[in-house]
């Protein structure tokens, strides 16, 4: 029994590290593709709608009615490891050490104020603009163009901690003494390095960032890790399968 718990947890650890979901949070999303492994409808985790596709395709993206179908998302290969290949060295595993699942995917967060119940969508498959041909769920509008529908929960999210001045996010991170920790998110395309957060008291570093009204991911990166906000229970995932904290400017 403990043996094979062993193995399950490195098996995970190691598809974790290999789709990048680089935060705990990620093991229940990675577990449910290891408990599905056949490509199937779209399946609701948590606060996020899993889309999956078989890997035989070339390349698969997917766009959203709510978007006007106007951006789109290609889906991500799920590589699992490779029970007959050697052991790896060190920390770094060769190519072999992992091999295709058989499938593709993208995970997708439920919009906070999304007003219908159900979400609207077209897969692009080696080019060609399709309804999903996993999914029997799908309507016709008037030019005679399928768009598949996957039907979703109303999310009701607990308030923000990041409350600060009015137009504001404030961001907090308790670490060591003389560190240095910087925020990132969707409010700057992700980049670890534009926003630094101060040491206003020993431990404690701050960041009040004036933003303009809306929804917001982010993660805190300290010591060359991406981390969650560890008092906001807001948690998605971003539109790269990633595990994020997220709030709200009023």
């Not at 974790?16 to 680089?22: L, M, N, Q, T, V």
């Not at 490509?39 to 390349?59: C, E, I, L």
């Not at 920790?181 to 700057?188: D, E, M």
Request: charged share 20%.
């Amino acid at each position: 029994m403990k043996k094979s718990l062993v193995i399950s947890v490195t098996l995970l650890m190691a598809i974790i590290g290999i789709i990048g979901a680089e935060d705990s949070d990620s093991y229940q999303f990675v577990d449910h593709l290891l408990r599905h492994p056949n490509p199937g409808k779209p399946s609701v985790v948590n606060d996020s709608v899993v889309f999956t596709a078989p890997s035989s395709y070339r390349r698969v993206g997917i766009a959203f009615g709510h978007e006007g179908f106007g951006k789109i998302y290609w889906f991500r290969k799920l590589l699992i490891p490779n029970e007959d290949a050697s052991p790896w060295v060190r920390d770094r595993p060769p190519p072999d050490m992992f091999r295709d699942s058989g499938m593709l995917f993208h995970v997708f967060p439920i919009p906070e104020n999304l007003d219908a119940g159900e979400i609207e969508y077209r897969l692009i498959i080696d080019g060609l603009w399709v309804p999903d041909p996993l999914n029997p769920d799908y309507k016709t509008d008037a030019s005679g163009i399928s768009r598949s529908v996957v039907s979703i929960p109303r999310i009701k999210r607990p308030d923000s901690p990041n409350k600060g001045p009015e137009g504001t996010l404030t961001f907090t991170f308790y670490a060591p003494g003389g560190e240095t920790v910087c925020v990132a998110g969707s409010f700057n395309n992700w980049d670890p390095f534009m926003y630094e957060l101060s040491e206003t008291s020993p431990g404690r570093y701050t960041l009040a960032l004036p933003l303009p009204p809306g929804v917001y991911q982010y993660a805190f990166f300290y010591r060359g890790g991406r981390h969650l906000d560890p008092v906001n229970p807001r948690r998605v995932y971003s539109r790269d399968g990633k595990a994020a904290s997220e709030a709200t400017v009023q």
